[in-house]
């Protein structure tokens, strides 16, 4: 047994798990994070930050940084794909709700680094990398957990308390058999990243073009060099295979199909993956608690995953730091639970889902009257700022505080 057993163990150094760890450490809270992974993550995923997140990882520095390394993204465009520019939202109407009135945009994976930093520096943290978890047990006093290193050898550990922010196919959830309800979509989303700029053609950093037969997202992100490369995201037909969809060949075809300019670019990256929209029956289960991915997942279109699980990891560390304080009973992390859980049904699902529906909707006349509905929203301050409150995850962040 190794490890001080009065520290947070976390399972899982992604955003949710790297932030908890930030969080927590910001409470004078010892960590121990295990991560699965040798080598960090470095494909295409979430690259959105909201204005809430911003203003959490403020006093870390970590908003210094993504402000250093990102674009910031003062306005986002719904499309047609047939006629181009339907509604462009400017997010700066949010000015009296928040000190950054804009998304920001920067890889998932430079985040991770950049709050991994700031764990392995802290003199209360450690961080473990090739450490796979294959078992959880737990009493009224300490959480226990193994890992499997690479090597073949294990290792356990305790502690007072285990947060388990291990993915959507978290062990975690699955050793406490905490259900995961939702349901999958039958297609998979299709990632191709390319150098050619959209906005040479107009487009936003952040776009969303509706289409009933082949919608897409589009947006910039920072790249390896930092100059700008685009992300661009459509569905796929369940028969298609993975090879062809991956194939370089085969999805600058498909980039031409949407953008003929596009050719005038390169095909960098393409990666394909399933879509699920799911929640945890709970997040907490005696001393095992859940956030990120491991509690919720969704799909993208909104950039809501990644800031959903930070705002986990924000809410739950306030909370268990003060009982780690001592300063209040293990029923406060009741209330983790519920408001976390009440916000990722009624705000994170239902808006994601929404998202979805707009893009792909089929009838001309409820498409038509989808689009005048957001030109009106747009070109109106009030309506475009409490459509944008919504969007940008400050309403559901209040509806949660509301929760007793």
């Not at 993550?41 to 970590?62: K, N």
């Not at 308390?161 to 058999?177: H, P, T």
């Not at 085969?250 to 003929?260: D, K, S, T």
């Not at 009257?369 to 940008?392: F, G, I, K, N, S």
Request: proline share 5%.
């Amino acid at each position: 047994m190794t490890d001080d057993a009065q520290r947070v163990l976390i399972a899982g150094g992604g955003p949710a798990g790297m932030s908890a760890a930030v969080f927590l450490l910001a409470e004078g809270v010892p960590v121990t994070v295990l991560e699965r992974s040798v080598t960090p993550h470095a494909d295409p995923r979430a690259a959105t930050y909201h204005p809430p997140t911003l203003e959490m990882f403020e006093p870390s520095g970590v908003t210094a940084e993504l402000h250093a390394r990102g674009i910031v993204t003062p306005h986002w465009q719904y499309r047609d794909r047939q006629n181009g520019l339907i509604a462009q939202f400017d997010l700066g109407v949010l000015a009296a709700d928040t000190r950054y009135p804009y998304r920001l945009q920067c890889e998932q994976h430079k985040l991770v680094a950049m709050l991994e930093r700031r764990v392995v520096e802290h003199p209360l943290a450690r961080v473990l990398h090739g450490a796979e978890l294959v078992g959880v047990t737990q009493n009224d006093e300490q959480v226990q957990i193994e890992v499997r290193h690479p090597n073949g050898g294990s290792e356990r550990f305790q502690g007072k308390w285990l947060i388990g922010a291990d993915g959507g196919r978290s062990l975690v959830r699955k050793s406490q058999d905490i259900g995961f309800e939702g349901f999958t979509w039958p297609e998979r989303f299709l990632v191709i990243t390319t150098t050619f700029d959209f906005a040479t053609l107009g487009y936003a950093y952040s776009s969303y073009t509706m289409d009933p037969i082949e919608w897409a997202a589009t947006f910039k992100v920072p790249g390896e060099d930092e100059r700008g490369i685009w992300r661009c995201v459509f569905p796929t037909r369940p028969e298609e295979s993975e090879q062809d969809l991956l194939d370089f060949a085969r999805a600058a075809q498909r980039l031409a199909a949407f953008a003929p300019e596009s050719v005038q670019g390169r095909i960098v990256h393409t990666n394909l993956y399933a879509v699920h929209q799911r929640v945890a029956q709970t997040y907490r289960k005696g001393r095992v608690l859940l956030a990120g991915d491991a509690a919720h997942v969704n799909n993208p279109l909104g950039g809501m995953g990644l800031n959903f699980g930070v705002h986990d990891a924000h809410n739950l560390a306030h909370r268990l730091g003060r009982v780690w304080r001592g300063e209040a009973g293990s029923d406060l992390l009741d209330q983790y639970d519920r408001q976390r859980r009440a916000v990722a049904e009624r705000y994170l699902q239902a808006q994601t889902i929404a998202n979805k529906q707009t893009l792909e909707e089929t009838d001309e006349t409820q498409r038509l009257a989808r689009q005048a509905a957001m030109r009106a929203t747009a070109a109106d301050p009030q309506q475009a700022r409490e459509y944008l409150r919504r969007t940008a995850m400050i309403e559901g962040l209040r509806a949660a505080a509301a929760i007793d």
